[in-house]
DNA sequence: CACGGCCTTTCACTCAGTGAAACCGGAACT
DNA sequence: AGTTCCGGTTTCACTGAGTGAAAGGCCGTG
């Protein structure tokens, strides 16, 4: 006990898990100690107990990645799998209907996760991935659930810096509280070119029976073709569409005037 | 320290994550406490940690659910998501082609798990579940995976009883080894009112670069509807374009002559 | 065959984890 | 307003699960 005095077991095994990363998704032990700042035999111990469970595997080259058991428990988490499943049918028929990458995504504190995307053989590459987060500043989705977040998330957002990814990047606090007005009035928010150059989306909030947003749904399409105006309420209407199955008679609270 | 002595902090904490189950994914405390097999205070703490981490969410009704964060973690896991994501838009294909379910699923041990699913809106509906198991004797899925499995998955499954799901299921040992060998010639799998009287389901393996089957892909439509032989040819292209894209040059490598 | 990288096991120590019991607070009777 | 029940948390003294330094495999490799 030199690092942290106290570290509980428990703490222990989950840095273990939050080792791995979508650009580090395979690790041998060493590094896996390493990021977990545990000592290698303390390291090893634990994931045995984890690798006989089923939360790690270890493959032939020796190293770990994560196991399909864990991705079948997280896959119980209600707002990952359930969402996912209802809203699945409907994002592809707006798929069909547009054949651009298509995404779902919820807010994880002061973050996105993107649940679930269909990713269209000729639409723009999008560099988000299913189960990456993302900050809400930006991307379509992320206005949206900004938006009709409870007013500490915003303000907690709108105090912290806002990163850049782009020249046309809204970094302004003030510039991006009337932009998630506007999102509140118009029922649906467009990011032009605020995560890359070329790519363009639009995005609608989906509600939970009691009328609270519990999630977006976005179009990403190429910017130079792009008509926003055109494609909201497609994205709109699957929004409602996707909140009807949820059990809701739609129109989303928002929460701050 | 009554129940088992010397049980591992760790193996508690898996134990609270396997106390939830996609029939019950909302538990009280004292629910995983019994499930687990551990005293309330205990599974008080540990439950604790695992919501200041997000494993755990305690929703409104004081019910705790699994959390998005090890949905997050579990979605890094390869077999999960990397196959998922190359797989959907040749599944979406498949779908647009013929508007029935088609379902991803690998083998895990002597069952298989359904990775991805598009459920079609007017297929018949699947009682299956992305991220559920199912027994690998019944599904189309499942008969490509163990016909492709090493040797002693083989005999563990035959040895074992073979679970009835309708009167039509193939229970006797014999009889499944000649379907599995039949499944090797033709490198497609039929299943018909194996698992329910309405359904059938016609599945290709997918293979990896190294040529083993990693995972199997099926369509599934209402059994009085069905054309198999007209079917197979689809799935197996399907199954195909998954192997290519995952960097092979197709040809699965049977273990059981 | 010595060296280094990588991992597992040994061993004596000790503090994190433990559970019985007490405590808390809300809901449901009386 | 008092009592009991129920679900959950906290206290407290005890103890064995977890610990890490060191030693021990087990490879490839120079």
Request: glycine share 8%.
């Amino acid at each position: 006990m030199d690092a942290q005095p106290g570290r509980s077991v428990t703490s222990k095994v989950l840095a273990l898990l939050d080792a791995f990363t979508p650009a580090s998704p395979a690790l041998t032990l060493s590094e896996l100690a390493r990021r977990a700042e545990l000592p290698l035999p303390t390291a090893s111990r634990r994931v045995a107990e984890l690798v006989a469970w089923g939360a790690l595997e270890r493959g032939d080259d020796g190293r770990y990645r994560i196991g399909l058991r864990l991705w079948e428990v997280g896959s119980l988490a209600p707002r990952g799998l359930g969402l996912r499943e209802l809203a699945l049918p409907t994002m592809e028929d707006l798929y069909e209907v547009t054949h651009e990458n298509v995404q779902l995504a919820v807010r994880q504190d002061v973050e996105l996760v993107f649940i679930e995307r269909i990713a269209g053989r000729h639409a723009v590459p999008v560099l988000t991935r299913v189960g990456g987060r993302f900050a809400l500043h930006a991307t379509g989705v992320g206005l949206v659930l900004l938006a009709y977040a409870p007013a500490e998330v915003q303000e907690q957002v709108l105090a912290a810096p806002l990163e850049r990814y782009t020249p046309l990047t809204i970094t302004e606090p003030g510039r991006l509280r009337r932009g998630l007005a506007e999102v509140r009035r118009t029922g649906y928010a467009v990011s032009d070119r605020q995560v890359t150059m070329d790519a363009l989306s639009v995005a609608a909030p989906i509600c939970g029976p009691e009328g609270s947003v519990v999630a977006a749904i976005s179009l990403v399409v190429a910017h130079h073709r792009a008509d926003p105006v055109a494609l909201a309420p497609l994205v709109q209407a699957a929004g409602r569409t996707i909140s009807r199955s949820l059990g809701t008679s739609y129109g989303p609270r928002g929460s701050v005037g």
